[in-house]
């Protein structure tokens, strides 16, 4: 199949310091920028969507077959915002605990669930995790909704920039973002 190179969005740059994915059976090499400064949208294996950014890999639900290749990736911690009965296919925790990488579950569904407490547990896992980290949702409406407070209260990015990336990366709920602004302004020093 030859070579399959990162997806950038026009004007994007990357640091150095790529690493690969092998895709699955695949004869081709995927190489992600785990180190990029700027949130881009990346390709590895059947992860979609995919994006990085400073060596967090933001992603919809992995396969087993991903699990193996974000190893391959050198990825140290895998955090799922799944609650267990939505993954029928595979137990996630013990696939990636047998691969010798750190499994952290904060699962939430409804935005009833997405709490100070939720919010609070999912900003100290990014600040304090080893990278890369893969962090992923079903679809990665619920990353984005977690990356926007983190942008902002830990990254200090303004809070449109960081919506921006948040949408980028798959938030799409109302209730969600009204949910992560309201941590935001409740937590933002002034």
Not at 151 to 170: K, M
């Amino acid at each position: 199949m030859g070579r399959v190179g990162l997806i950038l969005g026009a004007g994007l740059s990357i640091a150095m310091g790529a690493a690969a994915c092998v895709e699955g059976q695949r004869e081709g090499v995927v190489s992600v920028a785990l180190e990029t400064k700027v949130l881009a949208p990346a390709q590895c294996g059947s992860m979609s969507p995919l994006h990085v950014l400073d060596g967090i890999l933001f992603a919809g639900q992995p396969s087993a077959e991903d699990l193996d290749q974000a190893q391959r990736l050198g990825v140290k911690t895998v955090i799922n915002l799944r609650h267990a009965a939505e993954i029928a296919d595979f137990d996630e925790g013990q696939a990636v605990e047998s691969r010798g990488t750190r499994y952290v579950n904060v699962p939430f569904g409804k935005a009833e669930e997405l709490t100070a407490a939720v919010f609070d547990k999912l900003r100290a896992e990014l600040r304090d995790s080893k990278r890369p980290i893969l962090l992923h949702c079903a679809s990665a409406n619920r990353v984005g909704a977690v990356w926007l407070p983190y942008r902002v209260l830990d990254g200090r990015l303004d809070v449109e920039p960081a919506l921006a990336e948040a949408q980028a990366i798959g938030l799409r709920s109302a209730a969600y973002e009204a949910r992560a602004r309201a941590y935001v302004d409740q937590n933002l020093v002034r």
